[in-house]
């Protein structure tokens, strides 16, 4: 049963956007904060943003504010990270993610769930 499925990665070039789409199971949804997390051939995955289930809020990683934003929707159980500004250091595989314990948002430790992941592509 596929509980997290990253969508809307690609080929996109600097400065252009993407809107990545997580699908969760309802269980998923309804019960877990969601992140997203990236990593680039050769790093380390990195956080990248979350939002909590009960409440809304959101936290980003490093300097990602401003560029991109986390979002819900509730009606269809889905995440999303706007990317905007798009640099080619973004270039990554995107995971989508659910928070599973008490631990920081910033760490993947934190989160019990992962979807396949989705490549982001951004060319100079």
């Known amino acids: 049963q596929v509980q997290l499925e990253e969508s809307g990665g690609g080929l996109v070039q600097a400065g252009g956007s993407l809107r990545l789409s997580c699908a969760a199971s309802?269980?998923?949804?309804?019960?877990?904060?969601l992140g997203w997390f990236r990593q680039a051939p050769g790093k380390e995955r990195e956080f990248v943003a979350a939002?909590?289930?009960?409440?809304?809020?959101?936290y980003y990683g490093g300097s990602l504010k401003g560029r991109f934003t986390i979002s819900g929707d509730n009606a269809k159980n889905t995440v999303y990270l706007q990317m905007n500004s798009l640099k080619p250091e973004d270039t990554a595989v995107y995971y989508c993610?659910?928070?599973?314990?008490?631990?920081?948002?910033?760490?993947?430790?934190?989160?019990?769930?992962w979807g396949q992941g989705t490549q982001v592509t951004v060319s100079s």
């Open positions: 939002i909590a289930v009960r409440g809304g809020s959101t």
């Open positions: 309802i269980r998923i949804f309804k019960n877990y904060d």
């Open positions: 993610a659910a928070k599973s314990n008490s631990g920081s948002y910033l760490y993947s430790r934190s989160y019990g769930y």
